[in-house]
């Protein structure tokens, strides 16, 4: 069992910048490769980034591809979403979420945390 816990969302205005912080505990993090997704109201859950379980590689919606870095750091059991040039439309309950080596399906999500952006 892997447990997440999202942190840093909040109010920001448009233009501005939020960084995202997924605290994992249980089993190894670093066995877990990482993705972020976001759902807005009334729409499907959607993905946004994900990296591999050592980092060397990333993946972004093409939304946020020059605007949004994922990152994690092992050491700390912790996944990073550095979000910059925020718009209204990224405005979404955000979810962190792990993925088993070999695994297509995320095994374990979080509980989200709230970004919004006001023009």
């Known amino acids: 069992q892997v447990q997440l816990v999202e942190s840093g969302g909040g109010l920001v205005q448009a233009g501005g910048s939020l960084r995202l912080s997924c605290a994992a505990s249980?089993?190894?993090?670093?066995?877990?490769?990482m993705g972020w997704f976001r759902q807005a109201p009334g729409t499907e859950r959607e993905f946004v980034a994900a990296?591999?379980?050592?980092?060397?590689?990333?993946y972004y919606a093409d939304s946020v591809k020059g605007r949004f870095t994922i990152s994690r750091d092992n050491a700390e059991n912790t996944v990073f979403l550095q979000m910059n040039s925020l718009k209204p439309e990224d405005t979404a309950v955000y979810y962190c979420?792990?993925?088993?080596?070999?695994?297509?399906?995320?095994?374990?999500w979080g509980v989200g945390t709230q970004v919004t952006v006001s023009s």
């Open positions: 979420a792990a993925k088993s080596i070999g695994r297509q399906a995320y095994d374990y």
């Open positions: 990296i591999s379980w050592r980092g060397g590689s990333t």
């Open positions: 249980g089993r190894t993090f670093s066995s877990y490769a």
